[in-house]
């Protein structure tokens, strides 16, 4: 029953961890290109006409569009966590499957930042129109696409993470028996 709880808290926690990690990736985002959130990412969450800060409404935009990922790392990673012996090591375990959660997709999304920037040194403007939006007005395309490139590279970072952060739990779990 103690675990049971321990998991619902992890699940709760993990809705809230990604949340707060959103928020934190689009700071980065946003210095990259506050195109991307001026022109796009806004639009997409209902916030143009919001007289909040700019860096503000993009951590909004960050939480929103982040703190679903929660669900599944909260509910596989917790999961995970139940080959653990007692509630108190499965709770401790979990947590730090979390924070690596958190560092891998913050590497993953910055390298997919980097691999943007060095794909987008020529940019054919046809390579993107199909499965990108890019608003006609964009001044500064690469960056607009470099954040893009930071996006949708931590989203498959998170999935992924999602392997590691149970893998790991898995190797806690093998030497703690030794």
């Known amino acids: 029953m103690k675990k049971l709880f321990v998991f619902i808290l992890l699940f709760l926690i993990a809705i809230v961890l990604t949340g707060l990690y959103g928020m934190v990736h689009n700071q980065i985002s946003y210095t990259v290109s506050p195109e991307y959130f001026t022109k796009y990412k806004f639009l997409q969450f209902g916030l143009v006409d919001t007289p909040l800060p700019e860096r503000v409404r993009a951590s909004m935009v960050g ?65 993107y129109q199909n499965n990108w939006f890019i608003p006609d007005d964009v001044v500064n395309l690469r960056r607009f696409l470099c954040a893009g490139y930071m996006h949708n590279s931590s989203y498959l970072g998170g999935t992924l993470a999602i392997l590691v952060a149970c893998a790991f739990q898995l190797v806690v779990r093998i030497r703690t028996n030794k």
């Open 63 to 127: 939480f929103l569009a982040s703190w679903w990922m929660g669900i599944p790392i909260g509910f596989l990673v917790g999961v995970c966590g139940f080959i653990h012996e007692g509630h108190w090591r499965m709770f401790k375990v979990s947590l730090w499957s979390y924070v690596i959660v958190m560092g891998f997709t913050l590497v993953f999304g910055l390298c997919g930042l980097l691999y943007g920037w060095l794909r987008t040194r020529t940019i054919n403007i046809a390579d």
